[in-house]
């Protein structure tokens, strides 16, 4: 079938990129899904940061590739066992196997067959589903969620409850995974240990909320945007900082009576990093969620 998608061919161009236009809305071709995979139709995707680290050159990738990977969707076609026309679907953006070491130790996130298949740009078979001409069009993390449809492995989909709105369905995809993730799973996160989260995109908005969801107290909520600090606070942060205060820091640990116990770092950043770091108590523990360049 044929599909409009949003393309990019060469990584790197000069921001802005209402300018320099480094994707472009393309028709290619779709093929049918194989063994195990899923044609999805494409309800709502998120822009992510990890997509503009792909266009800005600093995450690369194979190119020409079809970007999107934080997306939801309802399935047309199924060729996988467990999913039948009419589901929908968060899509995941690590494919994970199920039978690697890291899946069989709970682990699927650090799939080894699933990153092999990303950073080639196919899907889990190894397979390309998308084309241009005679030419292969890779696929972005499984996904490739900025188009009309996709074709993806049934190991980067969820079953998620139909009544869910699109666009916040699609924020299951990466935003919440990632940030919830990091809390319920890396950090463990228990009732009334205090917590900082520093940045507060849609990952560090997903981490306060799942560090409101176990009973961490206090939460800290740090970011230079003031709307962002109001909606922090709105929906349970105990406190909230300005990352551009000489004295942010300071702020930090006496709002955490001496420190935090858990401070997330979710902007890919080496300066957030630092405050993070700086920020958190003796015997704590810094987590770093963010991308940054490698």
């Known amino acids: 079938m044929i599909v409009r998608g949003a393309v990019l061919r060469e990584m790197g161009l000069a921001a802005p990129y209402a300018e320099s236009r480094p994707l472009r809305v393309e028709e290619v071709e779709l093929a049918p899904p194989g063994p195990g995979e899923l044609l999805v139709r494409i309800r709502a995707a998120g822009l992510c940061h990890s997509d503009l680290s792909v266009i800005d050159g600093s995450r690369p990738r194979v190119m020409p590739m079809l970007l999107g990977h934080e997306a939801t969707g309802e399935v047309v076609e199924s060729s996988a066992a467990g999913f039948a026309p009419g589901d ?131 939460i800290v909520a740090v970011d230079v945007v003031p709307a962002k600090l109001r909606l922090a606070l709105d929906l349970g942060a105990t406190a909230a900082v300005d990352a551009r205060a000489p004295d942010a820091v300071d702020q930090v640990r006496e709002a955490t009576a001496g420190g935090a116990e858990y401070a997330f770092e979710t902007v890919g950043s080496a300066k957030v990093l630092e405050q993070a770091y700086a920020a958190t108590r003796r015997g704590g523990t810094t987590i770093t969620v963010g991308l940054p360049h490698p």
Do not use: M, W, Y
């Open 88 to 218: 929908v679907v968060a899509c995941a953006f690590v494919p994970a196997c199920g039978t690697c070491g890291p899946c069989a130790s709970g682990r699927p996130a650090l799939c080894e067959p699933g990153a092999a298949a990303n950073t080639t740009g196919a899907l889990l078979t190894g397979a390309h589903r998308l084309s241009a001409g005679s030419s292969i069009v890779h696929h972005h993390l499984g996904i490739s969620g900025f188009a009309d449809h996709a074709v993806i492995s049934a190991h980067s989909a969820v079953k998620i409850d139909p009544a869910l709105p699109p666009q916040i369905a699609a924020l299951f995809g990466c935003a919440v995974l990632t940030g919830v993730g990091a809390v319920v799973n890396t950090a463990r996160l228990r009732a009334g240990r205090s917590t900082a989260i520093f940045g507060l995109g849609g990952v560090g908005l997903s981490a306060l909320l799942g560090a409101v969801l176990v009973g961490a107290h206090p």
